[in-house]
């Protein structure tokens, strides 16, 4: 098969399998038609076809998490943290476990090179490998890469361009899945998706996304990938308050609907989910720490008797109170729990994806 012959070939498979934006084409050995197969990354909530379906699946594993036990045999997931993490790390690495597959921890931030993400970058500073060498040479000893990289809260653009998430992506050679980046948490909000689903209302829902006060000054991405997943709930009606000047992208928010006034967000709630994130358009910075946003007892009687959501961890009477987190509509515990199943489901469709 000549050049010519493969580029047109791989535009054909791409045309007709409509693969999501993240996806990538690899080939096996031989370029021959049976080596040629999508790689399935799951970077974004966007990367779900049918939300509906795969909450539905995540509960069907949850019901019996060892039925694929046999389905990880022989395959390594690689874990890599350049940022801290508790419900992350334990909960995909039980997800992994449970299909039967090993699992490989590095924390970057103390076990690893700095890494240079800049192509044709001169590396006489600090940094001591390439991403292109790193990915490679992880590449061979994993067969799915997941990858935890906060957002640095200083460069907007450097963030936006997810630099961590992307160098992987474009370098790696096996799948790759996000585990929280600059942007986007899409780990977290599927686990949120099968809460709610757990917890369905007869009636047709409100959820409100609020944001609330915290000392420091966090990223947009867990509000970021809530927001995307609620996008695709076609039977709720969602609301996003916060106060004015904390607007979250537009590009992300498009035309979900914004309260200014928390109180009025509240009315009639079936589900309210608190979470700070610093000023997107004052990018990285704390403007507001007004203690009135914290969700109190008060607040929640304005709603239809709501759950209360977080991602964990929280910060006690700064995000919410006592009275509202240990009370028996808090479901934070088990939006931990449904961590596992969200990451199992994720692992799942790749492993099963490449047999």
């Known amino acids: 098969m000549s050049k010519k012959q493969k580029k047109i070939q791989i535009k054909q498979l791409q045309t007709e399998l409509s693969f999501a934006s993240n996806d990538t ?6 370029w021959g038609e049976e080596n040629i197969y999508i790689t399935m990354n799951f970077i974004s909530i966007q990367n779900i076809d049918s939300l509906e379906k795969w909450v539905k699946q995540a509960l069907k594993i949850k019901k019996n998490p060892l039925k694929n036990k046999k389905l990880g045999k022989n395959k390594t997931l690689g874990m890599l943290f350049f940022n801290s993490s ?3 790390r334990l909960s995909t690495q039980k997800a992994a476990l449970n299909l ?3 699992v490989m921890v590095m924390n970057f931030t103390s076990e690893g090179w700095t890494l240079e993400f800049e192509d044709g970058a001169i590396m006489d500073q600090g940094a001591s490998e390439h991403i292109k060498e790193a990915a490679a040479v992880v590449s061979q000893y994993c067969d799915i890469i997941a990858i935890r990289a906060f957002a640095g809260l200083v460069d907007k653009e450097k963030d936006n361009a997810e630099t961590v998430i992307s ?3 474009k370098y790696a050679s096996v799948p790759v899945v996000n585990m929280e980046s600059a942007t986007g948490h899409p780990m977290q909000s599927l686990a949120d998706a099968i809460t709610m689903a757990e ?5 047709r829902a409100k959820v409100v996304l609020t944001w609330a006060p915290h000392p420091r000054a966090l990223p947009q991405a867990v509000p970021n990938s809530f927001v995307e997943m609620m996008q695709k709930q076609e039977d709720m009606d969602f609301v996003i308050t916060h106060p004015e000047g904390y607007e979250l992208n537009p590009e992300i928010t498009k035309d979900s609907k914004i309260e200014y006034d ?7 709630a079936d589900f309210i989910y608190a979470k700070n994130w610093s000023n997107y358009k004052e990018y990285g910075k704390i403007t507001n720490s007004d203690p009135n946003w914290t969700v109190s007892a008060d607040k929640m009687k304005l709603t239809n008797n709501a759950k209360f959501m977080h ?3 929280v910060r006690r009477n700064v995000i919410v109170t006592d009275e509202v987190i240990d009370s028996e509509n ?3 515990i088990e939006q931990a729990n449904n961590r596992t199943y969200s990451a199992q489901l994720v692992l799942q469709k790749i492993l099963e994806n490449r047999k």
Not at 25 to 30: K, M, R, T, W
Not at 262 to 268: M, R, V
């Open 330 to 332: 808090s479901i934070v």
């Open 100 to 102: 039967g597959m090993n």
């Open 262 to 268: 928390q109180n009025k967000a509240f009315e009639n």
């Open 167 to 169: 160098g992987f992506l």
């Open 199 to 203: 917890h369905k209302t007869p009636h």
């Open 25 to 30: 084409l690899s080939f096996g050995e031989g």
């Open 86 to 88: 508790l419900r992350t």
């Open 311 to 313: 991602c964990l961890p």
